[in-house]
């Protein structure tokens, strides 16, 4: 029997910072913080800076 996982109470360091969500591919950007790929990439493509630092990227 397989058993849930409950990802809501992981701590911050494996939620990212734009989703809020367990990352399940982590990425390193050029600001310096890490983000899921998937949200960072949607992110960058609607703008072109820092959703942490708000410095173009």
């Known amino acids: 029997m ?3 996982v ?3 109470t992981a701590p911050s360091i494996f939620q990212c910072p734009i ?3 367990v990352m399940e591919e982590p ?3 050029a600001d310096g913080f890490i ?3 998937k949200f960072i990439e949607l992110w ?4 072109q800076v ?3 630092t708000n410095q173009p990227m």
């Open 2 to 4: 397989e058993s849930e």
């Open 6 to 8: 409950d990802f809501s």
């Open 19 to 21: 989703s809020l969500k």
């Open 27 to 29: 990425v390193f950007a």
């Open 35 to 37: 983000y899921d790929r």
């Open 44 to 47: 960058l493509h609607e703008n």
């Open 50 to 52: 820092s959703p942490m």
